[in-house]
């Protein structure tokens, strides 16, 4: 589990993220980020309904992204918030086919957002 400074807690963010931010979809998952100043951790969201299954189906998901999380905090993502919103379709998806979605919407959003202040 990514450490405390490096999720999003407060209600109030996840509205920020969700409404404000860059906004990648995604056939099993959509990806919002939005900036917060260079050299701040990368902090991440994960938003999992009941539409996704019952609470096993959805500890699962959330674990899963919770993983590939960490895997890019690993890599240096910085200066960033992130949030994940699970798309029903999650739920019967592989884990490495997951990866690779999630992989290719922070692609894009480090691409999109790194001329605008430096991500990474």
Request: net charge positive.
């Amino acid at each position: 589990m990514p450490a405390l400074r490096h999720r999003v807690t407060r209600g109030d963010d996840y509205r920020r993220v969700v409404r404000s931010g860059y906004r990648v979809g995604g056939a099993h998952c959509i990806t919002h980020a939005v900036l917060r100043a260079p050299g701040e951790p990368a902090r991440f969201g994960f938003i999992v309904s009941k539409a996704v299954g019952n609470a096993v189906h959805r500890n699962l998901v959330r674990r899963r992204l919770k993983t590939i999380a960490e895997r890019r905090i690993a890599a240096g993502l910085g200066g960033v918030d992130i949030v994940f919103r699970a798309l029903p379709a999650i739920r019967d998806t592989r884990f490495a086919d997951l990866e690779a979605e999630i992989g290719r919407a922070l692609d894009r959003v480090e691409r999109t957002l790194q001329p605008v202040a430096g991500v990474r």
